[in-house]
């Protein structure tokens, strides 16, 4: 009998029921992928992040997620929480973030994110007072395993930094340089500003994809330019681990107008200096959980006209001063460039001279006063902002008029009270070895200065304009001690009180000179007929009392074979003006002798030496007179029996 149709051809299979189920799975699979929406998944997500961070998270837009080898997930309207004392109410923010993750990975627990792409990012990132910033969500934060990266294209973004006790507030804008399908990850432009330490500035440059930000073991590169007010920086290298500002490995170029200007921006009490440019390696280390130290070393550079390398630490942080710690070096340093230290400004306009608009001014002020010392006052802020110890030593100085040879130079600042020890000039052949101590807790600086002069070669002490001093032979010695009060140097120099002295032992001098000094008529005409030679000096010696800013010789003596100048008189360091007179006194007979005292005045910066006219006048009257009974009669008006003395020893012996 043959089978029925029913029979032949089964709606189902009876023998194998598990391709009944086979084919329910799969039609069941169907429908959900034809009716599934990934938005159901968006409050767990939501609670999820909440809960781990602590902060708020919202998916306000659609969640999407293309399925395959490589799943590509896309939110839109992201928005994260910021911590409760922060500025903004929202740490982060984007209108749309796609981002693939690899499938076969994640099934094993491996999170690869191989391109993440953000549309209007914004991110603001804050410090509060106790220094911690609103990225860190707990103790154990660092720890967390974090999933691998590979590329991140931002499109029109923004970030935020604001620390309110610094008064810095940055603003810039990101957004990825567009690059080939196969270049890489793409850097970041950069480009904003905002204050810093409360003055405005502008940023602009490169950086790395920020994905590389959490990754402590690769290096991150920047390129970066700033500008605040004349002061440019240019930085460039890379960063470890830089959310926590760690393991900077940077070149830092400085250029600015004045160094002066780094006070606001960075904390460091500079002098004013003329233009300068600088670079150098910046690094970065941790001295405690609320100090670091930031390092400038192998710097080179120019200040003013003066070549400037060594290295600068500036440790800050915490509730104490910053300090400053530098060993500095010079091959050629203009002596200009160091005026800003006692506020004295560079000369300008002359040739080859570099100043700048500032510095100019004040250098014109300066000038039409009529004042040699300078009145500008030191900044007690500065003096009192910070620790510092500073070596300074140069090979070689320039200078118009001084015979300064080099320099070493050690300042010590701590607590207000400054500390030059030593501060060491090679002047002449010789040294000038200071001991300054300057104490600024007060309202007015108590000064205190030990100055002591060795070995200083009489001809290159002799001005240029003295020809016949260049041939002198002997070496000048010194010491000046004085303590005083004031803001200035002016000031400093017009309430000294203490003691000057100077003093040479043998040595040998132009004869012409010192027949000139005698007002010698005969002698020079002798000296002119013949020639010139070398007489010996004796001894020289100054010793002068400092009282109030007035200086009064106890002692004042030039001592030679055949002349011996006594001097006496008064400087006054107050009004900076000279009085004093060299009375000259002939050791050998001479027919032909004004001998007239010689007369040192006006101001320090316009000295005036003339002899005593009066005096000459009398003799010359007196010889026309006596010419007029006889002529050889004259002679008695104008001849010298040369009855001087020789000087006891140097110092003690100022009479006539």
Not at 25 to 35: E, Q, Y
Not at 405 to 418: E, H, I, Q, R, Y
Not at 582 to 601: D, Y
Not at 624 to 636: K, R, V
Request: aromatic letters at 6%; hydrophobic letters at 40%; proline letters at 6%.
């Amino acid at each position: 009998m043959q089978p029925t149709t029913r029979e032949r051809i089964p709606l189902f299979p009876q023998r194998h029921p598990w391709w009944t189920a086979a084919i329910l799975l799969l039609t069941a699979f169907v429908v959900l992928l034809l009716i599934w929406d990934w938005n159901w998944f968006k409050r767990p997500i939501e609670k999820r992040v909440t809960a781990q961070t602590g902060r708020s998270f919202h998916i306000d837009g659609n969640l999407d997620v293309d399925l395959g080898r490589t799943l590509t997930i896309r939110a839109d309207g992201l928005r994260f929480g910021n911590a409760p004392w922060a500025r903004e109410p929202e740490m982060a923010s984007t209108r749309s973030l796609e981002f693939d993750v690899r499938a076969w990975p994640l099934l094993r627990g491996d999170v690869q994110i191989p391109r993440v792409a953000l549309d209007v990012p914004v991110l603001h990132l804050q410090r509060n007072e106790s220094l911690v910033g609103n990225w860190m969500f707990g103790e154990d934060d660092d720890d967390r395993e974090l999933p691998e990266f590979r590329n991140v294209h931002i499109a029109d973004g923004r970030l935020t930094y604001y620390e309110p006790t610094e008064k810095t507030d940055i603003k810039v804008g990101l957004s990825s340089e567009q690059r080939g399908t196969h270049a890489g990850e793409s850097p970041i432009v950069v480009k904003g500003g905002g204050t810093w330490s409360g003055n405005a500035f502008t940023l602009a440059g490169t950086a790395e994809s920020p994905l590389e930000l959490r990754n402590t073991e690769r290096p991150y590169r920047i390129d970066l330019r700033a500008a605040a007010g004349p002061t440019r920086a240019h930085v460039r290298g890379t960063l470890l681990d830089p959310l926590r500002l760690r393991g900077f490995d940077l070149k830092l170029a400085l250029a600015g107008q004045n160094l002066d200007d780094l006070f606001p921006l960075l904390g460091v009490a500079l002098p004013p200096t003329p233009p300068y440019a600088l670079d150098g390696r910046f690094t970065r280390t941790i001295d405690s959980p609320t100090r670091s130290t930031w390092k400038y070393d192998a710097f080179t550079g120019k200040v003013g006209d003066s070549d400037l390398s060594g290295s600068a630490h500036v440790s800050a942080g915490g509730n104490a001063k910053p300090y400053l710690k530098a060993d500095l070096r010079s091959a050629r340093m203009d002596l200009d460039d160091l005026g800003g230290f006692i506020g004295l400004a560079p000369q300008a306009g002359g040739a080859g001279e570099t100043s700048n608009p500032e510095l100019a001014a004040k250098a014109a002020r300066q000038e039409a006063s009529g004042k040699l010392l300078p009145d500008d006052p030191w900044n007690l802020a500065k003096l009192r902002a910070m620790d510092a110890d500073v070596r300074l030593r140069a090979k070689r100085i320039e200078t118009r008029k001084l015979p300064v040879d080099d320099m070493d130079a050690t300042l010590a600042l701590k607590d207000g009270v400054l500390m030059l020890k030593p501060l060491d000039f090679g002047v002449a052949d010789g040294t000038i070895r200071s001991t300054i101590r300057m104490d600024a807790r007060e309202r007015s600086i108590h000064s205190k200065a030990d100055i002591r002069a060795t070995g200083l070669v009489l001809a290159k002490l002799m001005p240029d304009s003295v020809q016949l001093g260049q041939t002198a032979m002997g070496k000048v010695g010194g010491r000046v001690a004085f303590v005083s009060q004031g803001n200035s140097i002016a000031q400093v120099a017009a309430n000294a009180d203490g003691d000057a002295e100077a003093g040479m032992g043998a040595g040998r001098i132009s004869k012409l000179l010192m027949e000139f000094a005698g007002l010698d008529l005969a002698g020079i005409l002798k000296i002119k007929l013949t020639h010139d030679q070398q007489i010996p000096i004796r001894c020289a010696y100054g010793d002068f009392a400092v009282d109030d800013g007035v200086m009064t010789p106890r002692a004042l003596v030039f001592d030679t074979t055949e002349t011996r100048l006594n001097g006496s008189g008064r400087i006054d360091l107050r009004n900076e003006q000279l009085a004093l007179t060299i009375k000259p006194r002939t050791k050998k007979f001479s027919p032909l002798s004004l001998r007239s005292p010689l007369h040192i005045e006006g101001s320090f910066k316009h000295p005036d030496l003339r002899p005593d006219y009066a005096r000459i006048g009398l003799r010359a009257a007196a010889a026309a007179l006596l010419g007029g009974a006889t002529a050889p009669a004259a002679l008695f008006a104008t001849t010298d029996l040369g009855q001087a003395k020789d000087a006891a020893y140097c110092g003690n012996d100022a009479a006539g």
